[in-house]
């Protein structure tokens, strides 16, 4: 079976913990280890002094070998003599250490007697002599007792604390993942304007909190665009519906002439026409926002297609009294696709006889800019366009004087519609222009 908590808090704590339960314990050995070491080498030289003292003392006259004992305070030695032993303590013979293994060479060995108590035994010999120290180590033992039962006993307490301190505090810790949760669960489509709590934009979870911030921001402003969208299409929608409505009651409610049935009929059909235009700009715009607008790539010579365009719109501007000019430089090619480009072309001039007033002048330029891009202009005299809607301009339904665009059949989507078939055909459509100084459209296609 795997061990594997669900929840964050009790897998930091259960790592935590097993992290500290490795340290302590190899810690723990380490100070174990060192401190018997070090005892043990600290009885060792003394053993070392104490057997060179002996050694001294028995060289210099061993009948003095008793003052040894008693001056030097040594009282654990043998001296054996050519196999006999020539001088042994009292205390040597007391603890039994005559029946104690010799240990071999200069080493220090331990040596336990069955009564208890332990000792750490040191031999030198030579080809007629053997000296052996003993000094009792049980004192010794019993620290490396006490120590090694403190430490067992504060290891599982270390440990216990451990999990405790790390469970508080990855509590702690965690509290704003907690928080951030709650405050998600409750953000709907209706309360999107919520934003989660940021304690501390600088660290993990204050980016987290901001980032996602972000992303409902950006949500909220299409949910926006979306809501303003579908109220301003069903307001298109609704205007010509209504206006067919009434003009279809009041001919059913008078009996007309064959000639005031044509008018009523003439009307609705005007309605009808414009009703279709708004359901396919809608069309067009949708299919453009999904990617599913069919697009042909072919090279196509520009200026032939913007002259085709401003033709076709003459009689327009003719009835305005307007000059419409056309200068196309010859061979500027782009790769896009015509049909699409066509109709952001008559977009932009049919907007341009719209709202330039009578005997104003309309050009139409295609050029090749110095970047190698090619760009199709079409400029007015018209009334021209503040700064501040340049960029609002483009959006879906911004009108810059509702009622006037109305009347002159303007529904709001020209320009948003020639925006997405410049990017289908992955350029771009700029505006210059100023109150009162005409206006200046050009779409810029990439260079190839
Ligand atoms: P519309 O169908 O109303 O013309 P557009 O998207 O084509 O919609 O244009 C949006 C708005 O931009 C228009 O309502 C108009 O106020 C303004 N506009 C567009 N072209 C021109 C122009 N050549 N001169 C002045 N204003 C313009």
Redesign the pocket.
């Known amino acids: 079976m795997r061990l594997r908590p669900r929840s964050v808090r009790a897998r930091l704590t259960l790592w935590h913990a097993a992290v500290l339960t490795a340290v302590v314990c190899a810690f723990s050995m380490g100070i174990f280890f060192f401190v018997r070491f070090r005892l043990f080498d600290d009885l060792d030289a003394r053993l070392g002094r104490d057997l060179d003292t002996v050694e001294r003392t028995w060289r210099e006259d061993a009948g003095e070998l008793w003052e040894a004992d008693s001056r030097a305070g040594i009282k654990l030695f043998e001296v054996v003599e050519t196999g006999k032993p020539a001088y042994r303590t009292d205390g040597w013979t007391s603890a039994g250490l005559g029946a104690a293994p010799q240990p071999p060479g200069a080493a220090a060995s331990s040596w336990s007697t069955a009564s208890g108590p332990s000792f750490r035994i040191r031999t030198a010999s030579s080809a007629d002599h053997r000296i052996s120290v003993a000094v009792d180590e049980s004192a010794l033992r019993r620290t490396l007792r006490t120590l090694a039962l403190v430490l067992a006993l504060g290891i599982p307490g270390a440990i216990a604390l451990a999990i405790a301190g790390g469970y508080l505090l990855a509590a702690r810790v965690l509290a704003p993942v907690g928080t951030m949760a709650d405050r998600a669960l409750r953000i709907t489509a209706e309360s999107l304007d919520e934003r989660l709590p940021v304690e501390n934009g600088a660290d993990e979870f204050g980016r987290l909190a901001a980032a996602f911030n972000d992303t409902l921001r950006r949500l909220q402003d299409s949910f926006e665009r979306l809501r303003r969208f579908t109220a301003d299409a069903s307001h298109e929608l609704r205007t010509p519906l209504t206006a067919m409505r009434s003009v279809g009651e009041v001919a059913l409610h008078d009996s007309l002439d064959p000639a005031g049935y044509r008018d009523v009929i003439g009307s609705m059909l005007e309605e009808v026409e414009r009703l279709t235009r708004v359901v396919e700009s809608l069309l067009m715009l949708t299919r453009s926002d999904s990617g599913r607008l069919q697009r042909s790539s072919e090279v196509v010579e520009v200026g032939a297609l913007a002259a085709r365009a401003a033709e076709h719109l003459r009689v327009l501007a003719d009835e305005k009294e307007q000059t419409l000019r056309v200068a196309a430089a010859a061979a500027v090619q782009a790769r896009c696709d015509p049909a699409l480009l066509r109709q952001g072309v008559v977009?932009?001039i049919?907007?341009?006889i719209?709202?330039?007033p009578r005997k104003g002048t309309i050009e139409v330029a295609v050029k090749r800019l110095p970047s190698g891009e090619a760009a199709i202009e079409?400029s007015?005299t018209?009334?021209?366009?503040p700064p501040a809607?340049h960029e609002r301009?483009?959006?879906?339904?911004?009108?810059?004087?509702?009622a006037?665009?109305?009347s002159?059949?303007?529904?709001?989507?020209?320009?948003?519609?020639?925006r997405s078939v410049a990017e289908a055909n992955r350029g771009r459509v700029e505006?210059e222009?100023e109150e009162g100084r005409?206006?200046v459209?050009r779409i810029v296609l990439p260079a190839d």
């Open positions: 977009n932009l049919d907007n341009a719209k709202y330039t079409v007015d018209g009334p021209g366009i809607h301009i483009f959006e879906r339904f911004h009108r810059l004087d509702a006037r665009s109305r002159s059949g303007g529904m709001g989507l020209g320009l948003a519609i020639t505006v222009s005409g206006s459209f």
